[in-house]
């Protein structure tokens, strides 16, 4: 289920496949939960804002029209349950009833610019190619590029158990194949 | 021209550059490939945007019960549209307001502080909803006391609706909502609560 298309993880999921759910939530939870967080949300927003998105998506199952497109159907979504919440804590703050069709506009000044929707598809689309790597590619990537401050190349051999020598070798492949798979 | 084998070599080395590890006076060699060779030029772009984009990721991990709980939308939602396993629908019997107006099933939330209210449902368990005011609307929340292996939760109302599954602990808790007046419903596998009007409004 992990290597299925999108589309492939909507159609299973509508005859009622399990796992198909599953790779779906498991595929794209962070790109739902960092679109709230992104805006400046806090936990308990974003958990709202995560919840709000899967049930509705579980809902919505059989009116999604392509499912190849079911990513831009979540950040869809996701940016307007965001958009709600930003709008009703304005409100809020400003002493203002929040109305239900102001809710759905975007608020004056927009906490989810293009710019940044850009950057966390891309980050998504990334991180789902990393994904249909090899086991060592993930890990090896991932503590190289992941991380805030990543490991010397013998903290990161010791880690995996490779010699030291062959890191850079075999990171230079592994960025070769995630480039592969994104194009 | 360089020759595929002299390519190959370069692969490694576009990495090395791509991530800025390469010496000086290594450096100074690809990009004078670089500027001859429009296909290492554009590959070389895209190793150093695809590290720039790792890199530039601190998305955090997501917590593991909302992950959890989101999964279990699912098999709630199959379980909901089964026309083969029709549930019960019962309607909630209000035990206790603590805004101590008594007009169930017609209740009305007070903005100060949280309002409390425990009512009899099927098979001798008992629902209890706490209201509050949030972000400048009402936050639902309660829990199921007694059996319960999970549910699905709704509220549905003139000025929108959400929905929300219980969670380990058969508790639950909407987002904020408009003052309006609503129908809060609890989907358990054979049953269907309901508590038909639930007025929030200050």
Same mark, same amino acid.
């Given at each position: 289920?992990?290597?299925?298309?999108?589309?492939?993880?909507?159609?299973?999921?509508?005859?009622?496949?399990?796992?198909?759910?599953?790779?779906?939530?498991?595929?794209?939870?962070?790109?739902?939960?960092?679109?709230?967080?992104?805006?400046?949300?806090?936990?308990?927003?974003?958990?709202?804002?995560?919840?709000?998105?899967?049930?509705?998506?579980?809902?919505?199952?059989?009116?999604?029209?392509?499912? &190849?497109?079911?990513?831009?159907?979540?950040?869809?979504?996701?940016?307007?349950?965001?958009?709600?919440?930003?709008?009703?804590?304005?409100?809020?703050?400003?002493?203002?009833?929040?109305?239900?069709?102001?809710?759905?506009?975007?608020?004056?000044?927009?906490?989810?610019?293009?710019?940044?929707?850009?950057?966390?598809?891309?980050?998504?689309?990334?991180?789902? #190619?990393?994904?249909?790597?090899?086991?060592?590619?993930?890990?090896?990537?991932?503590?190289?590029?992941?991380?805030?401050?990543?490991?010397?190349?013998?903290?990161?051999?010791?880690?995996?158990?490779?010699?030291?020598?062959?890191?850079?070798?075999?990171?230079?492949?592994?960025?070769?194949?995630?480039?592969?798979?994104?194009? | 021209?360089?020759?595929?084998?002299?390519?190959?070599?370069?692969?490694?080395?576009?990495?090395?550059?791509?991530?800025?590890?390469?010496?000086?006076?290594?450096?100074?060699?690809?990009?004078?490939?670089?500027?001859?060779?429009?296909?290492?030029? *554009?590959?070389?772009?895209?190793?150093?945007?695809?590290?720039?984009?790792?890199?530039?990721?601190?998305?955090?991990?997501?917590?593991?019960?909302?992950?959890?709980?989101?999964?279990?939308?699912?098999?709630?939602?199959?379980?909901?549209?089964?026309?083969?396993?029709?549930?019960?629908?019962?309607?909630?019997?209000?035990?206790?307001?603590?805004?101590?107006?008594?007009?169930?099933?017609?209740?009305?939330?007070?903005?100060?502080?949280?309002?409390?209210?425990?009512?009899?449902?099927? &098979?001798?368990?008992?629902?209890?909803?706490?209201?509050?005011?949030?972000?400048?609307?009402? *936050?639902?929340?309660?829990?199921?006391?007694?059996?319960?292996?999970?549910?699905?939760?709704?509220?549905?109302?003139?000025?929108?609706?959400?929905?929300?599954?219980?969670? #380990?602990?058969?508790?639950?808790?909407?987002?904020?909502?408009?003052? #309006?007046?609503?129908?809060?419903?609890?989907?358990?596998?054979?049953?269907?609560?309901?508590?038909?009007?639930?007025?929030?409004?200050?």
């Amino acid at each position: 289920m992990r290597e299925a298309s999108d589309a492939a993880l909507v159609r299973a999921c509508r005859r009622g496949n399990e796992e198909a759910w599953e790779a779906l939530v498991h595929r794209y939870q962070r790109f739902v939960h960092s679109i709230p967080r992104r805006a400046g949300l806090d936990d308990e927003a974003a958990a709202d804002v995560f919840q709000e998105v899967f049930v509705a998506l579980v809902q919505g199952l059989d009116k999604i029209d392509d499912p &190849d497109r079911v990513g831009a159907w979540i950040l869809t979504t996701a940016k307007r349950a965001t958009w709600r919440t930003v709008r009703r804590r304005i409100a809020a703050r400003t002493g203002q009833t929040a109305l239900d069709d102001e809710a759905e506009e975007i608020p004056d000044a927009d906490p989810l610019p293009e710019s940044v929707l850009v950057g966390v598809e891309e980050q998504h689309e990334v991180r789902t #190619a990393l994904n249909g790597l090899d086991e060592r590619c993930q890990q090896l990537l991932t503590m190289l590029f992941y991380t805030q401050e990543p490991p010397a190349y013998g903290d990161v051999a010791a880690a995996l158990g490779l010699a030291e020598g062959s890191v850079g070798p075999i990171r230079a492949r592994c960025l070769e194949r995630l480039l592969r798979r994104l194009h | 021209m360089m020759s595929p084998a002299a390519h190959h070599t370069l692969s490694e080395q576009l990495v090395d550059f791509a991530e800025g590890r390469l010496p000086a006076s290594r450096r100074a060699q690809v990009e004078a490939h670089l500027a001859t060779c429009s296909r290492c030029a *554009r590959h070389a772009s895209a190793l150093r945007h695809l590290i720039e984009v790792m890199r530039a990721d601190d998305s955090e991990d997501v917590p593991v019960h909302l992950v959890n709980r989101a999964v279990r939308a699912f098999r709630t939602h199959r379980l909901a549209s089964t026309p083969a396993s029709p549930r019960r629908r019962v309607v909630a019997d209000l035990r206790f307001d603590s805004a101590r107006q008594l007009f169930a099933p017609g209740l009305r939330a007070v903005r100060s502080g949280t309002r409390e209210l425990l009512f009899d449902i099927h &098979d001798d368990n008992e629902l209890e909803v706490r209201i509050e005011p949030a972000e400048g609307g009402w *936050r639902i929340a309660g829990q199921v006391l007694g059996s319960c292996s999970g549910g699905h939760v709704v509220v549905e109302g003139s000025a929108g609706e959400a929905a929300t599954e219980l969670n #380990a602990l058969c508790e639950f808790s909407l987002p904020p909502q408009p003052g #309006a007046i609503y129908k809060l419903v609890l989907q358990f596998e054979d049953v269907e609560v309901e508590v038909p009007i639930l007025e929030l409004r200050g």
